[in-house]
Structure formats: structure tokens, C-alpha cells
């Protein structure tokens, strides 16, 4: 599924960049070889940041 319309990046692409580390969005467009352009999906990058820090944190049992 295409999330950035105007970088044509895929929810896969922006999952693989937050995979690999990414903890801003700025992060993830650098990982893919763009820049934000209209802004308008960064509210969902950053909801699919915390998505895995949150995961990966209770994979750890390191949640409260
Ligand atoms: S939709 Fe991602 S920068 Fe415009």
C-alpha cells in the first residue's frame, strides 16, 4: 500500500526503514532516498515508529 503519495514509498519500504533504526521521520524519508514533500504522512510514519518501538520494547518485557 502506497503511504507517501508524493515519494510513491510503500507501507513495507517505511517499515523496513523503521526496521533498520529509524526514529524520526526524517530518518525514514534519508533511509529511502527522499525528503518529506507535502507532510501529509508523517503522521502515520511516526504512529508506525512508536507501532515498533512499542513492540519491540514488549518483546523485551520492557513496557510497564
Ligand atoms: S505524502 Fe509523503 S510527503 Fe507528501
Redesign the pocket.
Known sequence: MI?????A?TDAQLADAVAQGATRPRDVYAACDCK???????KMIVSMIRDTRSAALAAEGRLP
Open positions: 503511504v507517501c503519495l508524493c515519494n514509498l518529506a514533500q507535502c507532510g501529509t504522512c508523517t
